[in-house]
């Protein structure tokens, strides 16, 4: 291999790795291409190491690294382990089942990346998709079904709910801090200030000590919810990683509690920790035995402070319904707000008929649908302002078609 295809070879390895997801710009390629020439080629480990050492800037980069490093600068068996990564790709949708391996943190997005990159000396011009959406593509994609999408556009929504951010959504505490505008004076402060300035100075004051409430969800992943719930959870964890303050329970026959898992940075690694920890992924639903458990375990811990908590499910309960409806009131008792998100609002002649469902919705502050990108913006909307009115989010107005 001459330099100069080295070079070229190093420069499309470091555009694989930006279109996985780590942030690789032009300046860390050229980097990267001046320490191979001063590490050299004749040992593989060496010309790993000086690669690594530029284009992986954090810990949870390297699974992504090391898997792309295998694949792209191998000769043989290049073609076969690119089609294998794009059948994880094509997979990416489906749950695994019990006793099955959980693909590896980043397959899907490799697989996307070196779908447009070429092999080391195989392809003479490289040809980059245009990925971005038009406005009618946008469009169509934020009314577009979870359930109806392909994997590439369940791959595109969900970079779409990670890009969301809440705003406003911080609420005053008993404890006071700094304020030049608070409507109570400081004295400790005041008579700092006179004593530094000796003699005359402005009055300190004091007010509210703004907090972003904690926001607890309970994520039902049955088989009636596997399709929504891998894109509900792509939210979750950014709201994880960029607010803070968010606990993560998933539920289907058993409670578990992922919130350690989501705080990795990398979603792919996070979501994977996730498929571990929860055993009963696409399979049954006992909602009132595990919000039996969350009130019993984790409400005194997780409730405190004003917290939100985001009910993730269709309530299609068969068994156990007034268990159930005991333990949405103890719940909605426990918490300052109970949003319940149920996919099946989707539909425009949806009627709570189910007996789960109406066990649970006399107890909740807002019903609100989670089928859509539209459907994830309004609830962070509503997450933001929680004084907005409900409108149709009031469960009120559904209790009534009940008769």
Not at 131 to 158: G, H, V, Y
Not at 208 to 237: E, N
Not at 370 to 383: E, R
Request: hydrophobic letters at 45%; charged letters at 25%.
């Amino acid at each position: 291999m001459t330099a100069g295809a080295l070079a070229e070879n190093v420069l499309h390895f470091a555009r694989a790795l930006r279109a996985a997801g780590l942030p690789v710009g032009p300046g860390a390629a050229l980097d990267a291409i001046a320490a191979v020439e001063i590490a050299g080629v004749r040992a593989r480990a060496d010309f790993r190491a000086a690669l690594a050492a530029v284009l992986v800037k954090r810990r949870e980069h390297f699974a992504i690294f090391d898997q792309a490093f295998d694949l792209f600068w191998r000769a043989r068996g290049l073609h076969d382990g690119m089609i294998a990564l794009l059948s994880a790709q094509a997979e990416a949708g489906a749950r695994p089942e019990a006793g099955q391996e959980v693909a590896k943190a980043g397959a899907a997005r490799l697989a996307e990346a070196f779908a447009t990159q070429r092999a080391p000396q195989r392809v003479e011009t490289l040809v980059e998709a245009d990925r971005r959406l038009t406005a009618s593509d946008e469009e169509a994609l934020r009314a577009k079904d979870f359930a109806q999408m392909s994997a590439q556009e369940i791959a595109q929504a969900a970079r779409a709910v990670a890009a969301l951010a809440l705003s406003g959504d911080e609420r005053p505490t008993r404890r006071l801090a700094p304020d030049a505008r608070g409507a109570r004076l400081d004295p400790r402060r005041t008579f700092r200030n006179i004593l530094r300035a000796g003699g005359m100075a402005t009055l300190a004051r004091r007010g509210p000590r703004l907090r972003k409430p904690p926001i607890v969800a309970l994520c039902d992943i049955s088989g009636s919810m596997s399709d929504y719930s891998r894109v509900f959870l792509h939210f979750l964890h950014a709201l994880a990683v960029r607010r803070g303050r968010v606990q993560v329970f998933l539920f289907g026959t058993r409670l578990t509690n992922v919130t350690r898992a989501l705080r990795h940075r990398d979603v792919d690694e996070a979501l994977a920790l996730c498929a571990q920890e929860a055993q009963d992924w696409s399979g049954g639903t006992r909602i009132g035995a595990c919000l039996h458990a969350f009130n019993r375990d984790w409400s005194r811990r997780a409730l405190g402070q004003g917290a939100t908590v985001l009910l993730f499910t269709d309530g299609l309960e068969r068994e156990g319904v007034e268990v159930l409806g005991r333990e949405a009131e103890r719940l909605s008792k426990s918490c300052r707000r109970l949003i319940w998100l149920n996919p099946l609002l989707r539909f425009d002649r949806y009627e709570p008929r189910q007996r789960g469902v109406r066990a649970i919705l006399p107890f909740v502050d807002e019903f609100r649908p989670v089928h859509d990108l539209d459907s994830v913006a309004a609830l962070v909307a509503a997450l933001s302002d929680a004084g907005a009115p409900r409108g149709s989010a009031d469960p009120r107005l559904w209790l009534k078609r009940t008769g």
